[in-house]
């Protein structure tokens, strides 16, 4: 059994071009599955055995241990997917998980950022803010050190970058040098399956990175490295997906911000603005990268929740 397992993953990232995050998730899922499956079965455990009654019962025990919805529907899929893969090898005659209905989905919106407290946030590094969102001047008489200043510099490129282009933390890590077009304002981004698409780059976020560029040259010089990768930690390595939520948490700790606030919730903030001001969630769903218009259309909930309060509050007869 978990030999299969170890051969759909190498064809879900030979044949379906899956990124490694990918693989890693269908890994650290089937495992757990497999497992649940070899202690009910015994460890002679083969696929040809597994029912839908054995699966449900993999489920209820997800339920029982306190897994979310999400968590248990997502793990439902991975089995699927997996046994699916057997049935078309002719290794299963049918998908005994194909039938299965995972936990119905509760309504949830994504948190998003105020565009108050995202220009708060930007403007953190380097800086700091106040809850008022004001600059903190440092100490009289006193500067920051050359790795405080590469730091901010970087930091704040990262944040503008990822808020500007509505990025997920793993497209803006992944960002290469050569991705990038200052002059026309834009990048080419490998998103989810290793898909290409082109985002836009405000002014602001254009202004950060080229700035961080310069600093990025004298890391690299001063690390005795070369790599492709805009974002880079002290040791000139890429920059991981944890170190950008670590720095991340740090910043909205300092500005003042709901400390609930990620990476992807700049990501929600950007749809959610450009909604706000009228852009067509046809154009939204291309920059995020959606395959599923019904994917996007999740931030017209959070622009209509809003505009239902505004009316609550400002209508006489609401």
């Known amino acids: 059994m978990r030999r299969t397992v170890s051969r759909f993953l190498q064809a879900l990232a030979i044949e379906k071009n899956a990124s490694e995050w990918t693989v890693k998730s269908y890994r650290e899922d089937l495992t757990q599955a497999v497992d649940f499956f070899v202690e009910q079965l015994g460890e002679e455990a083969s696929v040809d055995r597994l029912t839908p009654r054995l699966i449900r019962s993999y489920l209820a025990w997800l339920s029982e241990k306190g897994y979310a919805k999400s968590t248990v529907a997502r ?6 997917s997996w046994l699916r893969y057997l049935c078309r090898l002719g290794e299963l005659s049918s998908n005994p998980a194909e039938g299965i209905k995972g936990p119905k989905q509760g309504a949830h919106l994504p948190h998003f950022l105020t565009e108050e ?13 106040n809850k008022k969102g004001k600059p903190v001047k440092s100490a009289k008489g006193s500067k920051p050190s050359p ?57 602001p976020a254009v202004a950060a990175i080229r700035e961080w560029l310069v600093q990025r040259k004298q890391l690299l010089h001063h690390a005795k490295k070369e790599t492709p990768a805009v974002f ?26 709901n400390p609930e606030v990620s990476p992807h919730t700049l990501r929600h903030s950007f749809a959610t603005h450009l909604l706000n ?29 809003r505009l239902q309060e505004s009316y609550r509050q400002a209508h006489p007869r609401a």
Request: no cysteine; proline share 1%; aromatic share 4%.
């Open 75 to 80: 793990r439902l899929a991975g089995v699927r």
């Open 117 to 129: 407290d995202t220009v708060k946030l930007l403007h953190t590094p380097g800086t700091g803010a």
């Open 147 to 203: 790795r405080q200043t590469w730091v901010a510099t970087r930091d704040r490129a990262l944040l503008e970058t990822i808020y500007s282009a509505g990025l997920r933390v793993s497209e803006a890590v992944g960002l290469n040098v050569e991705d990038l077009d200052l002059d026309g304002q834009s990048a080419i981004i490998r998103g989810k399956g290793k898909k290409e698409r082109l985002v836009i780059l405000g002014k």
């Open 232 to 257: 880079l930690n002290l040791r000139g390595a890429r920059l991981t997906t944890r170190s950008v939520a670590r720095l991340l948490h740090h910043y909205v700790v300092e500005a003042g911000l």
């Open 277 to 305: 001001h009228g852009a067509e969630i046809r154009g939204v769903q291309e920059l995020l990268g959606h395959q599923n218009l019904a994917t996007t259309q999740i931030y017209t909930h959070l622009t209509t929740t």
